[in-house]
């Protein structure tokens, strides 16, 4: 009876030492997804994807982003740093560094080599410009070592910047058409990877074409499907359905893939590969996959948040979400997974659109930025002292500034009061005014958050709400305006309640929360703030 009552015990402490971690964390990412998607769409979404995880998870309607600006590279790692540009160092998807002198890849490493059949720049990848720990890194940290994290995505940024520093592998698209890494993770691609590359599947979805996935009376969530606001996929001579994507791919290579659907839907294909030739959560020690789902971000950033592409794009991945959670449910086990979705920035309308429609605003090519800070540089100072603009950053050339005998806090001064006399900027910052920021000034603080002083400028321009530096079609992102902070955060499975909240929050704060979660020690960013809803299990 004694020897009864030892086994049972240890039989429960065993279950419940069990349950202190999920076996699997899933962290998905919707490119350019905003959270208003979600209600648009809803009336055409099955029950099994998108609302499964709202209906059946915890939703927070109203998280944003913190920051400015709002681009791929820094969202990705802001999400699995818990922390912001300031302070993880990914301060745009690649940005000019006035440390180096010369413009920065996000994820560019020359001292690695490409895995896998792609060129030498495509593979050329690491994490080694992250400076802080993620989620994935503490999970790796937290098993031992023995707990797998592996990422993946169509963009290079969006597998290894989420899978950290420690990962097992990271993943990315090739224009070839196949997975490729680099020798940061390995000397050689996994068997399984070398396999599924060698099927070739992504031309059984070029050679099938995009056309609607449902019928045309169900798009009408959005504009006529030849409209002005739309850009041109791949040469086609209108931004109509059906779209000849075999001509498209003799004409380019598989690249063209990365702006239809079809490119997640061979992400999910490759993540499903993954989970089981990799025995992602198959035993106790937790194992975490990254998965940034990017097709929606080419498709916005060509066609626009209005068009029925993007409407296609999203019905379509709301059945490759529902797959892939039955696919998860039947191999790692319903309850057996902690999962959350997310996006690393959300989106402007198009600005022609807007106008259109009398509302006062307009696009402004980054050339016609740029060339308007020569001009008033070479009016006022008789010499062109702009060494480079991007990302809403404006860089001095110090060399030829001191060579003139030209005070520095003046001459920003000068710019400063000349940007603010542009029809498109609402505020101009100095790098002065940017350090000393005090949280007071509300756009101000998520300039100061974003902003690294080893790289970014000497002046951060902050446009008018609704302008954009972009082209007429198509839309873009970058703003700290809610258009381009506001994303969904649903959290589901393992020990989540059902539920939602309305309250304002932060992007930063999902990866602490996975820490406490899961009990593993926090990102070495982070500023710790919780979701509390999501560690409340009744």
Not at 268 to 284: N, P, T
Request: glycine share 8%; net charge neutral; hydrophobic share 35%.
């Amino acid at each position: 009876m004694k020897k009864t009552i030892v086994l049972l015990t240890l039989f429960v402490i065993s279950n419940l030492s069990a349950q202190q971690r999920p076996k699997l964390v899933v962290g998905i990412v919707v490119d350019q997804m905003k959270m208003e998607y979600l209600y648009r769409f809803s009336d055409d979404f099955s029950s099994n994807g998108f609302k499964r995880l709202m209906n059946n998870g915890y939703t927070f309607q109203n998280m944003h982003y913190n920051y400015m600006p709002t681009y791929t590279a820094p969202g990705h790692a802001s999400i699995y740093t818990g922390t912001t540009p300031a302070t993880h160092g990914i301060v745009g998807n690649e940005w000019f560094s006035r440390t180096l002198g010369k413009d920065t890849y996000c994820t560019d490493d020359a001292s690695v080599k490409t895995v896998g059949d792609g060129t030498a720049e495509e593979g050329a990848m690491s994490p080694k410009n992250l400076l802080s720990t993620t989620i994935t890194d503490e999970v790796r940290m937290g098993t031992n070592f023995e707990g797998k994290v592996i990422g993946m995505s169509l963009k290079d940024r969006g597998a290894i910047l989420p899978a950290g520093h420690f990962a097992n592998w990271a993943f990315w698209y090739s224009k070839t058409g196949s997975f490729i890494s680099s020798t940061f993770y390995g000397e050689k691609l996994p068997e399984w990877v070398s396999e599924f590359n060698n099927e070739k599947r992504y031309m059984t979805y070029i050679n099938k074409g995009w056309d609607l996935y449902k019928p045309l009376s169900v798009y009408n969530e959005s504009l006529p499907d030849n409209n002005p606001y739309e850009g041109k996929l791949y040469g086609s001579a209108a931004p109509v359905f059906p779209y000849d994507l075999k001509g498209m791919y003799e004409k380019n290579d598989a690249g063209v893939l990365r702006a239809t659907p079809y490119g997640n839907d061979l992400l999910a294909e490759f993540a499903m590969k993954a989970i089981e030739k990799e025995e992602l959560g198959k035993d106790s020690i937790t194992d975490f996959l990254t998965v940034s789902f990017s097709s929606t971000d080419y498709v916005g950033h060509l066609l626009g948040p209005r068009s029925m592409e993007l409407q296609d794009t999203y019905l379509r991945l709301d059945q490759t979400i529902a797959d892939f959670l039955n696919y998860l449910d039947k191999t790692v086990g319903k309850d057996n997974y902690l999962l959350f979705l997310t996006a690393d920035h959300a989106g402007a309308e198009n600005v022609i659109y807007l106008k259109d429609r009398k509302y006062n605003v307009n696009n402004y090519p980054v050339k016609d930025v740029r060339k308007s800070l020569q001009d008033f540089s070479v009016k006022t100072f008789g010499v062109d002292l702009i060494l480079n603009y991007s990302n809403f950053n404006v860089f001095l050339n110090k060399p030829v500034l001191k060579k003139k005998g030209l005070d520095l806090v003046k001459v920003k001064q000068s710019f400063k009061e000349f940007l603010i006399s542009q029809p498109q900027v609402k505020r101009a910052y100095t790098e002065e005014e940017i350090l000393a920021n005090s949280g007071k000034d509300y756009y101000l603080d998520f300039i100061a958050k974003g902003y690294d002083v080893t790289q970014n400028g000497d002046l951060i321009i902050l446009d008018k709400p609704g302008n954009i530096e972009y082209s007429t079609t198509g839309t873009s992102h970058g703003t700290p305006y809610s258009y381009d902070t506001h994303v969904p955060a649903i959290f589901y499975g393992w020990h989540i309640k059902k539920g939602e909240s309305y309250d304002k929050k932060a992007i930063t704060e999902i990866a602490p929360t996975i820490a406490q979660k899961i009990k593993v020690t926090f990102p070495n960013g982070t500023e710790a703030k919780v979701l509390q809803e999501v560690l409340d299990e009744k």
